[in-house]
């Protein structure tokens, strides 16, 4: 892998504020109720599906508080300040099963329902920190992108930080000799430097050691790869086979070292982990005999790279629908190679962004031999979405192509020196 390459991978780290129902609420109706903190995220789970977006059952959409208040077929569904006499609460809370809302599964939990009666007493106030369409629909950045590098001497990074710096009237400040290889050390190594060598180091009197400490530390390749393989070990989901109860799981250690040891390019590095040999426990019996040739020829060379695929949630003995290796691939691919998070919308429609379902359980049927169903916060929808890349306008993967080939253009098309997002 080219180390500081330009084109580092697009790890995007998604912090959720997952914001749980309030059981004050119930107690104390006159607490002022969130519309963006508490109300969004309960809606969401129980009524987007048919009333969010371009879905509007019945005519109703929950989509802007305009929307809510002009109501459905039959009328306004809510009376601001009038819970009790509101449609909205009353088919949340009836026990006619051919009104209640949501018509399937358990129903609003008592403090939940609390929740969005003190809302709608309390005038139905929207306090939406960003329109709903500007945060969803925010557009990709598809295009590939360098630095601007500020013209002088020393290297890139030196030079675009000290305009950084100049341009804040910083002054970059003078470290002791220990100070600095200590930093060092831990940059590029992972690791402090022993008593020994950092006394060796204060003690040379050569102008040039600092440069050269630092060249010598790039140039300790097995130190370089010790220390990434935390870091990537993270990412790509490598550990011990101890989860569930099934011997499928295959760890990458082995194969990962090896990569970081011998500097492997970043494309093949991830080419190989996308279009690594899918074992055959994994595939049906026309797979193996119709499709096993085709995919030996997928492979850049033979590896044991297929643990990234599989994940650790392949050891479970009966794994709920988004707990499927082929989906787990997806959502991994997506944050780690593409900066997006599709865990979200692996059950749901994403409320936060602009993945769905069909985008999600798409990708993942590109590890699939026939599609998978697409399963709704642990209910099956029937739905079977096509193998399909998440960006459309920069390729195509053929769904009724072998899986191997469908691997192999995934592959391709994250690569690609024209996808900005890799």
């Not at 494309?267 to 030996?296: N, W, Y």
């Given at each position: 892998m080219t180390r500081f390459s330009s084109r580092a991978p697009a790890v995007a780290l998604v912090l959720l504020a997952a914001v749980a129902s309030r059981p004050a609420r119930a107690s104390d109706p006159a607490a002022a109720v969130s519309y963006a903190k508490d109300v969004k995220v309960i809606l969401a789970h129980n009524c987007y599906e048919c009333h969010a977006k371009d879905k509007k059952k019945g005519a109703f959409s929950l989509n802007s508080r305009e929307l809510v208040l002009k109501g459905g077929e039959n009328g306004p569904n809510v009376v601001p300040g009038k819970a009790d006499e509101s449609d909205l609460i009353k088919r949340l809370t009836t026990d006619d099963e051919d009104l209640r809302m949501p018509p399937k599964g358990p129903g609003l939990k008592p403090a939940e329902v609390a929740v969005l009666k003190a809302w709608v007493d309390q005038g139905l106030k929207w306090d939406e920190i960003t329109p709903a369409d500007i945060a969803t629909r925010r557009p990709q950045n598809l295009k590939p992108r360098k630095p601007t590098v500020p013209p002088g001497e020393g290297p890139p990074v030196d030079r675009i930080l000290s305009a950084y710096l100049t341009a804040n009237g910083v002054k970059p400040g003078v470290v002791g000799d220990e100070v600095f290889a200590r930093r060092v050390y831990l940059d590029i190594v992972g690791l402090p430097p022993t008593p020994a060598q950092l006394a060796a180091f204060a003690a040379d009197a050569s102008a040039d050691k600092r440069r050269a400490l630092v060249r010598a530390l790039l140039a300790d390749d097995k130190a370089y790869a010790d220390h990434w393989m935390t870091f990537w070990q993270d990412h790509l989901r490598d550990g011990k086979k101890d989860i569930g109860t099934t011997d499928i799981f295959k760890p990458v250690t082995g194969w990962?070292?090896?990569?970081?040891?011998?500097?492997?390019?970043?494309?093949?590095?991830?080419?190989?982990?996308?279009?690594?040999?899918?074992?055959?426990?994994?595939?049906?019996?026309?797979?193996?005999?119709?499709?096993?040739?085709?995919?030996?020829?997928?492979?850049?060379?033979?590896?044991?790279?297929?643990?990234?695929?599989?994940?650790?949630?392949?050891?479970?003995?009966?794994?709920?629908?988004?707990?499927?290796?082929?989906?787990?691939?997806?959502?991994?691919i997506g944050q780690v190679f593409l900066g997006v998070q599709l865990k979200c919308a692996t059950c749901h429609d994403s409320f936060i962004d602009q993945w769905t379902m069909r985008d999600a359980w798409s990708l993942a049927n590109v590890f699939a031999n026939d599609p998978l169903e697409a399963v709704r916060c642990e209910q099956p929808t029937g739905k079977r979405f096509e193998a399909r890349f998440l960006y459309p306008d920069m390729g195509s993967i053929d769904p009724k192509a072998p899986v191997a080939e469908r691997q192999r253009k995934l592959a391709e098309l994250l690569t690609s020196p024209q996808n900005g997002r890799f």
């Open positions: 990962l070292h090896h990569a970081l040891l011998t500097n492997k390019p970043y494309d093949r590095f991830v080419a190989e982990l996308v279009t690594a040999k899918i074992p055959k426990d994994q595939m049906t019996e026309a797979e193996i005999s119709g499709q096993e040739k085709d995919r030996q020829k997928a492979l850049t060379d033979p590896n044991d790279a297929e643990g990234f695929l599989l994940g650790q949630l392949s050891g479970l003995e009966r794994p709920r629908g988004d707990q499927a290796w082929q989906v787990q691939a997806a959502q991994n």
